[in-house]
């Protein structure tokens, strides 16, 4: 290779960007799963390499079941994702199956110093499960290996089993998760009921907790993919170097976009949209604009 071929691939490989392995179900809508997280990624400034843990036989509005990929499916496809790229971080969504949860959790085993981003997906909105009781072993090992769980309220009340009553109880929830784990835990706030309080995020991060107000005005009833598309974006502003909180901050701000972008399926449901969005940006706010910082408590 010439000497400016030399610098080419190296000015190539500097700008390369952060890939991320997304594992997580596939939604043939577009609107949740691998599909969803790929999107959120690439507009974080990622790139989303993708294996799906399973198929699910579902539309925007209404969930039927859950097709199991073959575990040696699996095991290939995660494998030649690594071999193709070094994957920089690990972004888990629906598991659905035993085979998934522990091909996954054996792929993480190679990968001991990659950080895990783990949203843990357990019903549908519909309430249909998601984790097959055969699963759970498995993927209970998953929460010991997560560098940050993102769990709604009804997750996190199923994870802990018990019931979440006031907004001070959610916040000893996120703490309680973070112990028992060893994780860091965004706690999304879209399920909160409690008045002034929905779509209040809380971070619990090294002891400290911090709320993170709403990106936007709320989102329309049933929007459907926020879960996923939050703890994307959140894996990839993390991979491009940022702390926790303005992770967070940064992610809601992508998701805020893309509720008002979004559109109505013919169900019914809202989808995420932003058209012609920006991807790499380091920030996505610019320059010129000043974020607001997180309340620390």
């Known amino acids: 290779m010439t000497p400016a071929g030399a610098l080419s691939a190296a000015g190539r490989i500097q700008r390369q960007p952060p890939v991320i392995l997304a594992f997580g179900g596939f939604d043939p809508t577009g609107g949740a799963g691998v599909l969803r997280d790929a999107v959120a990624i690439h507009a974080a400034g990622g790139y989303a390499a993708a294996v799906p843990s399973c198929l699910a036989i579902q539309?925007?509005?209404?969930?039927?079941?859950?097709?199991?990929?073959?575990?040696?499916?699996?095991?290939?496809?995660?494998?030649?994702?690594a071999e193709s790229f070094p994957i920089r971080a690990v972004k888990?969504?629906?598991?659905?199956?035993?085979?998934?949860?522990?091909?996954?959790?054996?792929?993480?085993?190679?990968l001991p110093n990659v950080p895990v981003v783990l949203d843990p997906v357990l019903r549908s909105s519909s309430g249909a499960p998601l984790l097959a009781q055969g699963a759970l072993p498995a993927y209970r090992k998953l929460f010991g290996r997560a560098s940050v769980l993102t769990p709604n309220l009804p997750e996190i009340e199923k994870i802990l089993d018990r019931k979440v009553k006031v907004f001070g109880e959610a916040i000893l929830a996120a703490r309680d998760l973070a112990l028992a784990t060893g994780a860091s835990v965004v706690l999304k706030g879209g399920h909160f009921p409690w008045k002034g309080k929905r779509g209040v995020d809380i971070v619990f991060e090294d002891g400290r907790v911090t709320l993170i107000g709403p990106g936007g005005k709320a989102p329309p009833v049933d929007t459907h993919g926020t879960g996923c598309a939050l703890a994307s974006a959140l894996t990839a502003r993390l991979t491009l170097g940022e702390p926790l909180v303005q992770a967070a901050q940064e992610a809601k701000a992508l998701l805020a976009r893309w509720i008002t972008g979004g559109f109505p399926s013919a169900e019914g449901r809202w989808t995420l949209f932003a058209p012609g969005e920006p991807a790499g940006s380091r920030s996505v706010h610019g320059r010129a604009e000043r974020r607001r910082p997180g309340r620390k408590i």
């Open 59 to 81: 539309t925007t509005a209404s969930f039927e079941r859950i097709v199991p990929l073959p575990r040696a499916a699996l095991d290939g496809a995660l494998s030649c994702a």
């Open 92 to 110: 888990i969504g629906m598991v659905g199956t035993r085979a998934a949860a522990e091909a996954i959790h054996n792929f993480l085993v190679q």
